[in-house]
């Protein structure tokens, strides 16, 4: 696995990164929790790093069965990569497009 360093940090990150989406299920037809985890667990024993999601995988789903496949993992070796300003409560007073 390559590795590079994020800007001018110390943090190294995989150069392959997990992407989380359809473990969210939105728009893939679904998912299983144990194969969604067990994917995420040979993506760290390959070395992956990164694991990218968001509150809009799944409205939150992905995010969950990341935490649930790090759970008794060593924190210091990887990295979430996620996104913010999903609202659904309607905090956002009409502002911006879609849920943003």
Same mark, same amino acid.
Request: proline share 1%; aromatic share 12%.
């Given at each position: 696995? /390559?590795?590079?360093?994020?800007?001018?940090?110390?943090? /190294? &990150?995989?150069?392959?990164?997990?992407?989380?989406?359809?473990? $969210?299920?939105?728009?893939? $037809?679904?998912? /299983?929790?144990?194969?969604?985890? /067990?994917?995420?667990?040979?993506?760290?024993?390959?070395?992956?790093?990164?694991?990218?999601?968001?509150?809009?995988?799944?409205?939150? &789903?992905?995010?969950? &069965?990341?935490?649930?496949?790090?759970?008794?993992?060593?924190?210091?070796?990887?990295?979430?990569?996620?996104?913010?300003?999903?609202?659904?409560? $309607?905090?956002?007073?009409?502002?911006?497009?879609?849920?943003?």
């Amino acid at each position: 696995m /390559e590795y590079r360093t994020l800007g001018n940090t110390d943090l /190294e &990150l995989s150069a392959i990164t997990y992407g989380a989406f359809a473990i $969210g299920g939105t728009m893939w $037809g679904g998912n /299983e929790k144990k194969d969604s985890i /067990e994917a995420i667990h040979a993506s760290i024993d390959h070395g992956v790093t990164s694991l990218d999601t968001a509150p809009f995988y799944g409205f939150g &789903l992905s995010e969950e &069965l990341i935490a649930e496949a790090l759970k008794g993992k060593d924190r210091t070796k990887v990295q979430i990569l996620t996104k913010f300003g999903l609202v659904w409560d $309607g905090s956002n007073h009409g502002k911006g497009m879609h849920f943003f």
